[in-house]
């Protein structure tokens, strides 16, 4: 737990030199560009490598048990490799909403793919380690991938072309670079294979269809405004609202990860057991996240101005109202997603559909209202946490029909209060200064540590 807690830090740490690096490079307008391609990447993640990474994950004991893990893997590698050469010609589709007079279409379509099977293979076989319990491995290569990827990205800004598309092909080459070399380590870290793996297209299409059919909305809501807003308001404006609700969301995912990172490896260790000890497992995961990601909302509310100082260029400050917006919609997020991982550890992934499809309906209806009338373009934030809180309402009152569920009523309400007590940095937010900022969010980030701690030691 130390040493992923030890390399989550650092990646954080990096993490968020990357978003006051980004903010300093780059105007509002071509952050904008930027969260655009980010949106058609994440379309890809979402629909193609997700559902296909889960169902690695939900295998990936079992494979090893019957000596096929080196074949499962170098199988999938093979597949999504493939399938991501779809993001090129959806760039070409796209190009009237990307103006770039320094680069062609074609080198934006190809850095798009590096990105893409990037972050496709390092999501999919550095996860993989960790769910082997190879932590030293896995907090190694998070790390090596953040970093490296940060410094690509700033010496090809400065040295090459100051272009969003240069940052992110940076990004991209780390990714793909670390990933391949996950792949290489558990190839090398288990038993050879006694039997060759066969793909099940018929068991991959039934377990994943539910999943790339529930993340077309998952995309709708947390990534669609930035594409269908594209070109239809001001781009300056947009690119404000993107970057706090991105640094909301980077924020958000990882504390979000760590907690995965400590709570998942044994979460699917008991897939294979019986459905009392699968709902014990999930009644666990649930009541050692929930309290924690609301600490978190807190946290990020509260010292939103300080967090924007601190993160972001001084003509991005006026973002803090968007990050504070973007914290709420995160935490309906992560709630929904520790819920939904219920339905998948039932395999009843398709009981879930229809939550994301209500929220879907909200977010697309909201968005597209707002894209038809640019003036209401501040309502944005209020129509993803709609959106969000729609789907962990449904999704939580559909899966009291599936399992037995634990309310960790006293948890919540004791981690509530607890995380209000941050309340009185609020009195230091008129104009913060950088070391304002600096101690500000600290003092208050050791603080929310030890309420994670805390959080950890609650008996379940």
């Known amino acids: 737990m130390l040493l992923l807690g030890f390399g989550r830090a650092a990646q954080m740490i990096i993490m968020f030199a990357s978003y006051r690096l980004l903010s300093s490079f780059f105007t509002k307008a071509e952050m904008s560009s930027y969260y655009f391609l980010l949106s058609i990447a994440g379309l890809f993640g979402l629909i193609i490598a997700n559902p296909i990474g889960m169902y690695l994950n939900r295998i990936i004991h079992q494979s090893k048990n019957h000596k096929q893990l080196n074949s499962v893997v170098l199988s999938f590698f093979k597949a999504m490799t493939i399938l991501s050469l779809v993001t090129v010609p959806i760039v070409f589709i796209f190009q009237t909403k990307l103006s770039n007079d320094d680069l062609s279409i074609l080198i934006i379509a190809l850095a798009l793919l590096v990105f893409v099977l990037g972050a496709t293979l390092n999501g999919t076989f550095v996860s993989i380690l960790n769910i082997l319990s190879e932590d030293r491995a896995f907090v190694i290569l998070t790390t090596l991938t953040a970093l490296i990827g940060l410094s ?82 001001d781009d300056s404006l947009l690119g404000e609202m993107a970057f706090g609700l991105g640094l909301a969301t980077a924020l958000a995912v990882a504390v979000e990860y760590l907690f995965q990172q400590l709570l998942f490896p044994s979460f699917y260790a008991a897939l ?122 449904s999704l939580f009152l559909r899966l009291r029909k599936i399992i037995t569920i634990n309310y960790p009523v006293k948890a919540l309400l004791k981690f509530l209060f607890l995380g209000l007590l941050l309340l009185p940095a609020l009195f230091f937010r008129k104009d913060p200064n950088l070391i304002i900022s600096v101690v500000v969010c600290s003092v208050c980030g050791l603080y929310l540590l030890f309420l994670f701690y805390q959080i950890q030691k609650e008996k379940a």
């Open 152 to 233: 690509l990205s700033v010496v090809g800004v400065k040295f090459i072309l100051l272009n969003p598309i240069i940052w992110i092909l940076g990004q991209g080459i780390a990714l793909a670079v670390f990933g391949l070399v996950a792949l290489i380590l558990i190839c090398k870290k288990i038993d050879p294979d006694t039997s060759s793996f066969k793909l099940d297209k018929d068991q991959i299409i039934k377990f994943s269809m539910p999943i790339l059919f529930t993340n077309i909305f998952v995309w709708i809501m947390s990534q669609s405004f930035r594409f269908f807003l594209k070109g239809n308001v």
């Open 272 to 393: 294979g057991d019986d459905k009392l000890v699968r709902e014990d497992s999930w009644n666990k995961l649930f009541s050692k996240s929930a309290p924690a990601f609301i600490c978190l909302t807190i946290y990020m509310i509260t010292l939103s101005p300080f967090i924007i100082s601190l993160l972001a260029d001084s003509k991005f400050h006026g973002a803090f109202v968007f990050f504070a917006l973007g914290a709420v919609v995160e935490l309906f997020r992560m709630l929904g997603n520790m819920v939904n991982m219920a339905y998948q550890s039932e395999m009843r992934t398709k009981d879930s559909i229809l939550s994301y499809v209500y929220g879907g309906l909200v977010t697309l209806c909201g968005i597209v209202f707002i894209s038809h009338n640019p003036e209401n373009l501040y309502y944005t934030p209020f129509v993803l946490i709609l959106g969000q809180f729609t789907i962990f309402s």
